[in-house]
């Protein structure tokens, strides 16, 4: 009843005349969200129930780190590895920490990426996951070297990586220190390749910037969510840069897959699935208990 009767309140006092927005009733927040792709208002509740897509069109909103693990990993098998990592301010960059410390106490987490071992379908598999709600999940030094530890650690373990990656770059504040991420994380990935391991890089919405030009794109099957936005700058710059209008759909997931960039278009509801069947094609079962 409740859901029913606050639905018919917003097709009420949808419109923009003044005397209808005074009328207008105060409405919990956090009950309905607005979908950005087909503009409708959606009940907080049947967008959990879709596991965070659109009930009306099917669009895949953004996943904090741990709402994540909860989806993918079986239930308490997520071992959390360099929890306490963090990264400092190498290029003294005015106001950097107190916007660290800030983000710190909205969201929870020290940095941008969460780093473990979890179990997916009993199958051993090295997890990680990148969070949009800090920094964009932007790759500083920290997020770098936990990537990099937790490819190093499976590798020494013989375990597959499945890395969930989303975000807007290299992070400004700390320069060339987040560029020098991208070729130590590939490092890592081919010594990971060459003991014959895999490596399955799981694009989400946003994954743009030096994240895409280095480890998003190095696994052995690269996988996206549907509508996920996917390249390298944005689409403003190319254009303007190749003095072209761009087609229709550029740097979506499914441009990107008909293109050759990506294997695989997976809706959230069955990435667990399909992982289970390309870790278990990849030749064992990597410690599965």
Not at 120 to 136: C, K, P
Request: with cysteine.
């Amino acid at each position: 009843m409740l859901k029913e009767r606050f639905k018919k309140t917003i097709g009420r006092f949808s419109g923009d005349d003044p005397q209808e927005c005074e009328e207008r009733p105060e409405v919990p927040e956090g009950l309905f969200r607005k979908c950005s792709s087909c503009g409708k208002i959606v009940y907080e509740e049947d967008v959990r129930e879709k596991l965070f897509c659109c009930p009306e069109c099917g669009r895949h909103f953004r996943l904090d780190a741990w709402t994540r693990i909860k989806m993918v990993a079986d239930a308490d098998s997520y071992e959390e590895w360099d929890a306490d990592m963090t990264t400092d301010n190498p290029l003294d960059f005015p106001g950097y920490e107190k916007q660290l410390e800030s983000l710190l106490e909205e969201t929870g987490k020290i940095d941008a990426v969460i780093t473990g071992k979890a179990r997916i379908y009993g199958i051993q598999t090295a997890l990680g996951v990148m969070s949009s709600d800090f920094m964009m999940a932007s790759m500083g030094t920290a997020v770098g070297e936990r990537i990099t530890r937790m490819i190093e650690r499976a590798t020494e373990e013989n375990l597959p990586v499945v890395l969930f990656c989303c975000s807007g770059g290299a992070r400004m504040e700390e320069g060339i220190f987040s560029l020098m991420q991208m070729a130590k994380i590939s490092q890592a990935i081919k010594r990971h390749d060459e003991k014959g391991l895999m490596y399955i890089p799981v694009l989400t919405d946003p994954t743009t910037g030096g994240v895409t030009a280095s480890f998003a794109m190095l696994g052995d099957v690269i996988i996206a969510e549907p509508g996920a936005l996917i390249g390298f700058a944005g689409q403003r710059v190319i254009a303007q840069t190749i003095g072209q209008k761009l087609p229709k759909g550029f740097q979506s997931a499914e441009f990107q897959r008909s293109h050759g960039f990506i294997d695989l278009v997976v809706k959230r509801k069955s990435i667990k699935t399909v992982l289970r069947v390309l870790l278990e094609s990849a030749g064992g079962t990597y410690g599965r208990k």
